[in-house]
């Protein structure tokens, strides 16, 4: 069966490339495409898809307040990327930190939009180039201008798979090279976004080398 997935966008312009996008790409089930908050709330509890995929500013509401509802337990979904005009820092940090695992502006092909969802299925971080520099550039700035304990409270396992992630490896890439379970592996990584207080894949590159840990 092919993964669930919601499109939230209020332009219905952006929303039917969208659309075509993902039909045409035939690697994910459309089970709705909506363009308010309330209706992505009542497809959210009613349909319960597995990935989310929607805009920041809607009519009615914010969609990182939707990805804030995939916490709740009443909720299916676990995974949510966000595709947006916005490129600031607030908007892309206060995503990451409620929990988007990708990061797309509208400016990118929409075309590439399955390949984006499918290296989050497998456990990536999808981020359009503007916003992966912008982050590169401020992870640095952050790395100079803090110093510490270089491993942080990590195990050396834990340490070991936090630099695997930063270099872009799956949980399933990052278990065939230390010859562990993808289970196992991926119960490491929700100890580090613990010990990190975070909720992703980029978030947790973020903290980890904005506290020098990497």
């Known amino acids: ?19 075509n996008a993902i039909t045409e790409g035939d690697l994910y089930e459309l ?10 709330k009542t497809a959210l509890h009613d349909l319960a898809p597995e990935i989310l995929l929607t805009d920041i500013g809607l009519p009615d509401g914010n969609g990182i307040d939707l990805i804030h509802m995939l916490k709740s337990p009443r909720v299916k979904t676990s995974l949510a ?11 892309v940090i206060t ?8 990061y797309i502006l509208k400016d990118d092909d929409f075309m590439g939009i399955n390949n984006a969802i499918t290296c989050m299925v497998n456990g990536g971080s999808p981020i359009s180039p503007t916003i992966a520099r912008y982050l590169l550039t401020e992870l640095s700035i952050s790395t100079q201008a803090e110093s510490g304990d270089k491993q942080g409270d990590l195990s050396a396992r834990e340490h070991e798979i936090l630099l695997l992630v930063s270099k872009g490896y799956t949980s399933k890439e990052i278990g065939e090279i230390l010859e562990l379970s993808f289970h196992t592996i991926n119960g490491y990584v929700k100890n580090l976004y613990k010990k990190l207080s975070v909720n992703s894949r980029t978030e947790a590159i973020y903290e980890a080398t904005r506290k020098g840990i990497i």
């Open 1 to 19: 069966m092919k993964p669930t997935l919601l499109i939230v966008e209020d332009s219905k312009a952006t929303r039917e490339r969208l659309e």
């Open 31 to 40: 089970v709705a495409s909506v363009g308010t908050f309330e209706e992505a």
């Open 81 to 91: 990327i966000v595709i947006t005009v916005f490129g600031d820092a607030e908007h």
């Open 95 to 102: 995503a990451l930190k409620a929990g988007a695992s990708g």
